[in-house]
C-alpha cells in the first residue's frame, strides 16, 4: 500500500453504529486505520440496583477518540445528522436497530454489518447465545451488505471460528468480536477498491437466533444432559440460566455431565452429593450443578450451597424446577 492509497482512506468517511462491548474492537480497529466521521448508538441507560445511568460501551470509545456520536431512541430520529456527516461508508455490529431504506441507500460504498454466525446460520440478534445453545461445533463471523431483510443480504466475507466444549458465551463473544475486528480491516480495501465479492445467501441454509426471552433461561430438567450443558454455557455470562428450588430462584452457571442414570428418579429430582456439586435427575441420566447463584446471594460452589443449607440431607429428593 502505497502513501496515496493511505490518504485516500484517511479521507474516506465511516459511519459507524454499534452498542456493546462486542462492538468495541471492531470501531477501534476502524478508528485506528480509518476516517470514523460519525458514531451512532443505542442512549444510555439505567443499570444496577441503583439505577445509574451508564453510556454504551461504544460510547465510551467515541468519548475517548473525541468523536461525535448521538444515541437516538429511534435511528429514524437522526436521519437528518447522519446525511449531513455525507459518509461513503456505514458500518454497522450489534447496534440493535433496523436501518431504513432510506439510510441503506445513502453511502455511495454501501451499509456493511459485521455479524457474530456464518451466515445463512443463525440470523437475529443472539447468535453467539444461539450458537452454543444448539449445540452448534463451529460458528464465525460473516462481512454482509445490509439489506431491508434482518440480516438477509448479500455475503462479502467470512471466517471460522472452532466452538470448544469449555467454550461459553462469554469466551466465545471475546474470540469472535478480535475476529470480526480483523476480517473487517482485511475486508474493507476490497469494498473501497470495488472488488469485492458478493455471494447471495442461500435461504434453504436460513436459521435464527432471537434475542433471549426470559423463559429460554429457565431449566427444563426434562431435557437431555447434553442440551441442558449446551444452554447453560450459551447462557453464561448473561444473562444466566435458572432453575427454582424450595421456592427460589437459583442462577445456575456451570454444570457437568454424569454417566449415572436414575430411572427411578423424577426429572428435576436431586440424586446426590458429589465433590465437584449437586447431582439432578434429567431425562437421560444425571447432571451434577457445579456453580450456582443462589437468589440474593453471590455466585458460588454448589458444594459449599451443600455445605451451608440448613439440613442438607432434606436435599435429597428434593424436586428442583
Known amino acids: 500500500m502505497n502513501v496515496e492509497d493511505i490518504h485516500v482512506e484517511k479521507e474516506l468517511r465511516i459511519v459507524f453504529m454499534g452498542t456493546p462491548d462486542f462492538a468495541v474492537p471492531v470501531l477501534e480497529g476502524l478508528i485506528e486505520n480509518y476516517n470514523v466521521k460519525g458514531i451512532v448508538t443505542q442512549p444510555d441507560r439505567k443499570v444496577g440496583r441503583k439505577g445509574t445511568l451508564s453510556p454504551t460501551p461504544i460510547k465510551e470509545v467515541a468519548l475517548k477518540h473525541r468523536i461525535l456520536v ?156 447434553r442440551e441442558i450443558y449446551n444452554q447453560v454455557r450459551g447462557l453464561n455470562s448473561w444473562p444466566g440460566a435458572y432453575c427454582v428450588l424450595d421456592g427460589k430462584i437459583v442462577k445456575v452457571w456451570e454444570v457437568l455431565i454424569s454417566t449415572n442414570y436414575f430411572p427411578e428418579k423424577f426429572d428435576g429430582q436431586i440424586t446426590g452429593f458429589y465433590k465437584e456439586g449437586l447431582g439432578v435427575k434429567v431425562s437421560n441420566g444425571e447432571i451434577i450443578l457445579k456453580e450456582i447463584q443462589p437468589e440474593g446471594k453471590g455466585k458460588m460452589k454448589a458444594v459449599d450451597f451443600i455445605n451451608g443449607y440448613h439440613q442438607k440431607e432434606e436435599l435429597l429428593g428434593k424436586v428442583i424446577d
Not at 440493535?96 to 454501501?110: A, C, N
Not at 455471494?199 to 437431555?224: G, H, L, M, P, W
Request: a negative charge; charged letters at 30%.
Open 70 to 225: 448521538i444515541q437516538p431512541e429511534k435511528i429514524k430520529e437522526a436521519e437528518e445528522e447522519i446525511y449531513a456527516w455525507k459518509p461513503d461508508l456505514i458500518v454497522t455490529c450489534a447496534y440493535g436497530q433496523i436501518l431504513p431504506v432510506t439510510l441503506l441507500q445513502l453511502p455511495r460504498l454501501g451499509c456493511i454489518n459485521v455479524h457474530a454466525s456464518l451466515l445463512p446460520k443463525l440470523r437475529g440478534g443472539a447468535p453467539i447465545h444461539g450458537a452454543i445453545i444448539k449445540g452448534h461445533r463451529k460458528t464465525g463471523m460473516t462481512i454482509m451488505y445490509m439489506s431491508k431483510a434482518m440480516d438477509a443480504g448479500d455475503i462479502i466475507s467470512q471466517r471460522e471460528v472452532e466452538i470448544t466444549e469449555e467454550d461459553t458465551a462469554s469466551t466465545l463473544h471475546d474470540k469472535l468480536s478480535i475476529v470480526g475486528r480483523d476480517l473487517l480491516l482485511e475486508t474493507l480495501p476490497s469494498i473501497i477498491e470495488g472488488t469485492n465479492p458478493r455471494t447471495k445467501q442461500d435461504t434453504s441454509e436460513v436459521t435464527y437466533a432471537f434475542n433471549i426471552k426470559r423463559e429460554d433461561e429457565r431449566i427444563d430438567f426434562s431435557k437431555t444432559k
